[in-house]
T-cell receptor, first 113, second 114 residues
Framework: AQSVTQLGSHVSVSEGALVLLRCNYS??????LFWYVQYPNQGLQLLLK????ATLVKGINGFEAEFKKSETSFHLTKPSAHMSDAAEYFC???????????WGAGTKLIIKP | NAGVTQTPKFQVLKTGQSMTLQCAQD?????MSWYRQDPGMGLRLIHY???????DQGEVPNGYNVSRSTTEDFPLRLLSAAPSQTSVYFC?????????????FGQGTRLTVV
């Protein structure tokens, strides 16, 4: 069965430091891949997605992710963390042939001043 | 264009009470789903629907019922609330009109069962 693994339930970085949130998927066929962000007491919103084409995907708020088929990874990065980036981030995968999303457990990003 | 609207935002129930969480969308998406979110457990799928008149179970369906009589609405019913159902509930939609690649979420319903 397809699965999505996020390494680290909590990641803490200093303001201005690099943000790296890890996501690996298990699938013999590369799925569509997503990163969603959830700010406190809000719903989830799409940060970025990979479907086909360019493997480096840029999203909102300066985030980007790179699809690496050989590593079955889709890690999320941002060069310089801002206090407003504090949120929970979810990685998800989906086959193009159906609607079901497979979710990672989420990573809470903590920004230290 | 409201997107996905969930009501109520907050609810406190006593054990054994029943209630319905409402989800409405105006994007003409065929797929609608209900998730519950608990600390450290991510999102778990309760029920989903791929169109009016069609529903199916997700990974944690026990204690919940759904129906889909229209494209727009997908209510979630708790038949007899239990403290284990204390959670945050999200409705999410997907549709071919949005390229079938992005899920749209409501703002959530925070439910406490005492």
């Amino acid at each position: 069965a397809q699965s999505v693994t996020q390494l680290g339930s909590h990641v803490s970085v200093s303001e201005g430091a690099l943000v790296l949130l890890r996501c690996n998927y298990s699938s013999s066929v590369p799925p569509y891949l997503f990163w969603y962000v959830q700010y406190p007491n809000q719903g989830l919103q799409l940060l970025l997605k990979y479907t086909t084409g360019a493997t480096l995907v840029k999203g909102i708020n300066g985030f980007e992710a790179e699809f690496k088929k050989s590593e079955t990874s889709f890690h999320l990065t941002k060069p310089s963390a801002h206090m407003s980036d504090a949120a929970e981030y979810f990685c998800a995968a989906k086959k193009d042939s159906n609607y079901q999303l497979i979710w990672g457990a989420g990573t809470k990003l903590i920004i230290k001043p | 264009n409201a997107g996905v609207t969930q009501t109520p935002k907050f609810q406190v129930l006593k054990t054994g009470q029943s209630m319905t969480l409402q989800c409405a969308q105006d994007m003409n998406h065929e797929y609608m789903s209900w998730y519950r979110q608990d600390p450290g457990m991510g999102l778990r799928l309760i029920h989903y629907s791929v169109g009016a008149g069609i529903t199916d179970q997700g990974e944690v369906p026990n204690g919940y019922n759904v129906s889909r009589s229209t494209t727009e609405d997908f209510p979630l019913r708790l038949l007899s609330a239990a403290p284990s159902q204390t959670s945050v509930y999200f409705c999410a939609t997907l549709g071919k009109l949005s390229g079938n690649t992005e899920a749209f979420f409501g703002q959530g319903t925070r439910l406490t069962v005492v």
